[in-house]
Nanobody, 118 residues
Framework: QVQLVESGGGLVQAGGSLRLSCAASGSIFSINAMGWYRQAPGKQRELVAA???????NYADSVKGRFTITRDNAKNTVYLQMNSLKAEDTAVYYC????????????WGQGTLVTVSS
């Protein structure tokens, strides 16, 4: 199994920056890709950014040019650097670990709240 712990959420002003961290533990070898999702009240959970085991990244159009996902393999940690934050970025952000299919379902973090004041 894989456990994920997010940190770094908080209250920031529009235009500000925040960095989220997600530390993974457990069966790290089973992880194929990791990503960040977010869910605002009354809305569907959406993929924000993802990074594969090979280092390829993907971003939602709404955050391209503002958010950057990175990883530190030595620390088993993935980061989401969020710059030029907007009020519409306000959401609970969840770390996700997609595992190779034979190892089981995705792992999810508990979520960290990001609130951007306008």
């Amino acid at each position: 199994q894989v456990q994920l712990v997010e940190s770094g959420g908080g209250l920031v002003q529009a235009g500000g920056s925040l960095r989220l961290s997600c530390a993974a533990s457990g069966s790290i070898f089973s992880i194929n890709a990791m990503g960040w999702y977010r869910q605002a009240p009354g809305k569907q959970r959406e993929l924000v950014a993802a990074i594969t085991s090979g280092g390829r990244t993907n971003y939602a159009d709404s955050v391209k040019g503002r958010f950057t996902i990175t990883r530190d393999n030595a620390k088993n940690t993935v980061y989401l650097q969020m710059n030029s934050l907007k009020a519409e970025d306000t959401a609970v952000y969840y770390c996700n670990a997609n595992r190779y299919i034979d190892y089981g379902p995705d792992a999810w973090g508990q979520g960290t709240l990001v609130t951007v004041s306008s």
